[in-house]
């Protein structure tokens, strides 16, 4: 019986060795390749030579923050009647908007100055607003799309266009993570359609996010049902003990193994093999994570877990602090159905009420707990809303001009940072793209978003780009 013979080894042998050269291109990127991870896997000032991918790297340079949390609200929140004060809207009420488009209509809540730092938030955010004095907000906010799936891809990846990596793997990639027997980067609670916002792309399998907890149809929060043994599918295995499974991993392991040692490089196979390691530990490290039980009654409370319509997101925010403190990197939360094209004036404080109390709980739990000031909290949509009244009641998109903030991880508390014009249309001082808010949150991790790099398809690829400047200004 003749030997099988590889793809490899075919164009080895065709044209008299000619595929030679393309493997000889192929052994340059893969050696320099291997030279990037090791240098970015020991830093400049670690001389950690484990051969986990997930262990933990020093950064480039001294960090502020350790770990992030990300609550994404999806849809487009509505800057100038949340955290962007415009007085001016409401001189201007009923004027036509630029280009003739629909008439201005000014917020149809109160703003007000919020603790020592006087910030301007409205009075959606009554819990929220205590904590103004830890919040930056970034007013100056842009992105190059007015399109969710795009906007929303370009937030986590920095890129509309193309599948690249996302905020979180890059994160990851970077510093690794500190809980072996748990995901470095979770994503509590996504979108049904958004892998790609938790992916790594390119980057090697173990880098992307673990989904918890299975997306409902309207809003954030776990879905009914949801415990420690279905937030991830199959994550137990109720037909085989565990000795059972042992013995069927380390068979599988010995095959990507043996094919490893073939290809000599293979990303995806070196990720799978972590990957079905760490699904192992993960079988008695998550259900103990996820079981809330244990926590008491106060502390329930001061999430809003318990009651309608905090009880939601509320346990995704109390599962996200217990993540960060078992030592997770990057957290990302998901709140939906912030897409306001009409009945602002009633889905907006609906939505805004869900998550007022939870994250307000969570900076209070965080500051009791001395994790803020190593933990950076980000809080934002894919973009904002219009000036003009969309159907009489409602915004359309805007991504020239919005908001979001931060808080906690080594930026200043009690800051406004950027401006939007006077109706809050456009950003026009110290416009922040998101390249920039990208850049701003891996220096703030001690990563230099310019080194961050993986080489592949021939050059080296960043979460920037080409773009990014870091905003000193928002830093402590």
């Given at each position: 019986m003749m030997p099988a013979i590889t793809r490899r080894q075919i164009l080895q042998c065709a044209s008299a060795g000619f595929g030679y050269l393309a493997f000889a291109g192929m052994s340059t990127l893969a050696s320099r390749r291997s030279k990037a991870d090791d240098s970015l896997a020991t830093g400049p000032n670690n001389s950690n030579t484990s051969s986990n991918p997930l262990a933990p790297k020093q950064p480039h340079f001294n960090a502020s923050a350790k770990r992030v949390l990300f609550l994404c609200m999806q849809g487009g929140p509505s800057h100038i009647d949340t955290f962007d004060y415009k007085p001016q809207?409401?001189?201007?009420?009923?004027?036509?908007?630029?280009?003739?488009?629909?008439?201005?209509?000014?917020?149809?809540?109160?703003?007000?100055?919020?603790?020592?730092?006087?910030?301007?938030?409205?009075?959606?955010?009554?819990?929220?607003?205590?904590?103004?004095?830890?919040m930056c907000l970034i007013r100056s906010m842009h992105c190059d799309q007015p399109i969710h799936p795009r906007a929303m891809t370009q937030m986590h990846t920095g890129n509309a266009q193309f599948v690249r990596p996302s905020l979180g793997a890059w994160t990851l990639y970077g510093l690794g993570t500190e809980n072996e027997s748990l995901p470095g980067f979770i994503a509590l609670n996504p979108q049904v359609a958004s892998s790609q916002?938790?992916?790594?792309?390119?980057?090697?399998?173990?880098?992307?996010?673990?989904?918890?907890?299975?997306?409902?149809?309207?809003?954030?929060?776990?879905?009914?049902?949801?415990?420690?043994?279905?937030?991830?599918?199959?994550?137990?295995?109720?037909?085989?003990?565990?000795?059972?499974?042992?013995?069927?991993?380390?068979?599988?392991?010995?095959l990507n193994?043996?094919?490893?040692?073939?290809?000599?490089?293979?990303?995806?196979?070196?990720?799978?093999?972590?990957?079905?390691?760490?699904?192992?530990?993960m079988q008695d490290s998550l259900p103990q994570l996820m079981d809330l039980s244990g926590e008491?009654?106060?502390?329930?409370?001061?999430?809003?877990?318990?009651?309608?319509?905090?009880?939601?997101?509320?346990?995704?925010?109390?599962?996200?602090?217990?993540?960060?403190?078992?030592?997770?990197?990057?957290?990302?939360?998901?709140?939906g159905n912030w897409d306001h094209h009409q009945r602002l004036r009633?889905?907006?404080?609906?939505?805004?009420?869900?998550?007022?109390?939870?994250i307000a709980g969570l900076l209070t739990d965080l500051k009791q707990r001395g994790m803020l000031d190593d933990t950076l909290v980000i809080w934002g949509g894919e973009f904002g809303r219009t000036p003009d009244a969309q159907n009489g009641d409602g915004r359309d998109h805007n991504h020239k001009g919005y908001t979001t903030w931060m808080a906690g991880g080594g930026v200043r508390g009690g800051f406004s940072y950027g401006a939007t014009?006077?109706?809050?249309?456009?950003?026009?001082?110290?416009?922040?793209?998101?390249?920039?808010?990208?850049?701003?949150?891996?220096?703030?991790?001690?990563?230099?978003?310019?080194?961050?790099?993986?080489?592949?398809?021939?050059?080296?690829f960043r979460l920037t780009d080409v773009y990014g400047s870091v905003m000193e200004a928002i830093k402590s």
């Open positions: 809207l409401a001189n201007d009420e009923g004027k036509k908007g630029r280009n003739n488009a629909a008439k201005l209509m000014p917020s149809p809540w109160k703003f007000s100055q919020r603790g020592k730092s006087g910030l301007w938030i409205s009075e959606l955010f009554p819990e929220l607003g205590k904590h103004s004095d830890e916002n938790y992916g790594s792309a390119f980057l090697p399998a173990i880098y992307q996010g673990t989904k918890v907890g299975r997306p409902q149809a309207r809003r954030g929060g776990m879905a009914r049902g949801d415990s420690p043994t279905n937030a991830i599918p199959d994550l137990a295995n109720s037909r085989q003990s565990r000795q059972s499974q042992r013995a069927q991993i380390d068979f599988i392991q010995s193994q043996q094919k490893l040692a073939r290809d000599v490089v293979d990303p995806n196979v070196e990720g799978i093999i972590e990957s079905y390691e760490l699904a192992f530990r008491s009654e106060k502390t329930l409370a001061l999430y809003g877990v318990g009651k309608n319509p905090t009880d939601g997101f509320g346990k995704q925010c109390l599962m996200a602090r217990r993540c960060l403190e078992a030592g997770v990197r990057f957290v990302e939360l998901s709140h009633t889905s907006l404080p609906e939505n805004c009420e869900e998550i007022d109390q939870p014009d006077e109706h809050g249309r456009e950003a026009v001082e110290n416009k922040c793209h998101i390249h920039d808010w990208h850049a701003t949150i891996l220096n703030l991790l001690g990563l230099d978003h310019e080194q961050l790099t993986y080489q592949y398809a021939g050059r080296n």
